[in-house]
Each structure stands twice: as structure tokens, then as C-alpha cells.
Nanobody, 128 residues
Framework: QLQLAESGGGQVQAGGSLKVTCVVS????????IGWFRQAPGKEREGVSC???????HYADSVKGRFTVSRDDAQNMVYLQMNSLKPEDTGVYYC??????????????????????WGQGTQVTVSS
């Protein structure tokens, strides 16, 4: 059974960096596009970034130039490097997997719908 698990969240001051990791198990990660989403307190979950197996990546405008998504399919891991963090980046960060047969799985800022399997999330807190 496909499972995803995030790690690497924590608390950091504004301007700092964090790297969150998504470990994929049960199936080889190269079968899937991986999306990163976040949910701030009192807000709906939103798409942050996604990456295809061919390493095409997309970002939300709010994180473009600060966040970088990458993947190591040999290790079944996907990473989200977050630099120049802002208090508004605070939230629970989730990774999710979706089949690349969905034509719009990662053609822009990811939508939740095509992603079928989700991790439990990791908290990122950015203090001012």
C-alpha cells in the first residue's frame, strides 16, 4: 500500500530555512507526481509546489524564488527546501502522490483533487 510520511518541520525565525522531506513507501516513487500543500490555521489547504517524475516543477507565486522542490527516486524521497521563510509560511505541510496519467497532475500550482494519497503532515512555524 502506498504511504507517504513527512518530516523535517519545526520552528524557525523569519528569514531562516527549513527542509521538509517526504518519504514514499509501498510503491516506487517514480510512478507518481508529488505535490506539496500547506494549511495555515483557520485557512483552507493550498497548493505550494509539485514535481513530476521527469522533474518538471511548479510553484505557487507566494513561494516562487524561495522554495525549491526536488526528488531522489533512488531513495523514494521528495524534498521541499524552504528559504527566506516568512511568518505567513506557517502551517502544516503535506506531501501527496498522484498518478501522472492525470493530465493536469502537475501543470501549474497543484490542485488537491488528482492527489490520491496523502501524508500526515508536518508543522512549520515561522516566528517574526
Amino acid at each position: 500500500q502506498l504511504q507517504l510520511a513527512e518530516s523535517g518541520g519545526g520552528q524557525v525565525q523569519a528569514g531562516g530555512s527549513l527542509k521538509v522531506t517526504c518519504v514514499v513507501s509501498g510503491f516506487a516513487s517514480h510512478h507518481f507526481a508529488i505535490g506539496w500543500f500547506r494549511q495555515a490555521p483557520g485557512k483552507e489547504r493550498e497548493g505550494v509546489s509539485c514535481i513530476t517524475s521527469s522533474r518538471t516543477a511548479h510553484y505557487a507565486d507566494s513561494v516562487k524564488g524561495r522554495f525549491t522542490v526536488s526528488r531522489d527516486d533512488a531513495q523514494n524521497m521528495v524534498y521541499l527546501q524552504m528559504n527566506s521563510l516568512k511568518p505567513e509560511d506557517t502551517g502544516v505541510y503535506y506531501c501527496a502522490a498522484g498518478l501522472e496519467s492525470y493530465i493536469d497532475i502537475c501543470t501549474g500550482v497543484p490542485r488537491q483533487g488528482p492527489y490520491a494519497r496523502w501524508g500526515q503532515g508536518t508543522q512549520v512555524t515561522v516566528s517574526s
